[in-house]
């Protein structure tokens, strides 16, 4: 009777720690339930159910990306102050 108690508690365990997950801050943890949006995990230990839970993790750095000058953007800036330089004579 004892083993059986003994093998319950343990499984009931294993479950429970097969369930947490640790979210890093630089990361952000979506998690679904049966394939549906649920929940965002915020940073730290978190709880979800298994196989019935999915915990995604996303990343939230930034990324520098280097921006190329926009010709159209440049042209229109000089096109703009020829006819005020040309409206205003």
């Known amino acids: 009777m004892s083993y059986v108690i ?7 365990v294993v479950v429970f720690l097969s369930g947490l997950r640790v979210v890093k801050p630089t ?3 979506l998690v ?4 549906k949006y649920r929940r965002f995990a ?12 999915r915990l ?3 990343s939230i ?3 520098m990306v280097n921006a190329e ?3 159209w953007i440049t042209l229109l ?4 102050a020829e006819l005020k330089t040309s409206s205003a004579a």
């Open 32 to 35: 679904e339930r049966l394939g």
């Open 42 to 53: 915020s940073a730290g230990l978190n709880w979800v159910a298994p196989v019935i839970d």
């Open 69 to 71: 000058p926009q010709e």
């Open 6 to 12: 003994v093998a319950v508690l343990a499984v009931v």
């Open 27 to 29: 990361t952000r943890g």
């Open 77 to 80: 800036r000089e096109r703009a």
């Open 56 to 58: 995604y993790k996303i």
């Open 61 to 63: 750095t930034e990324v």
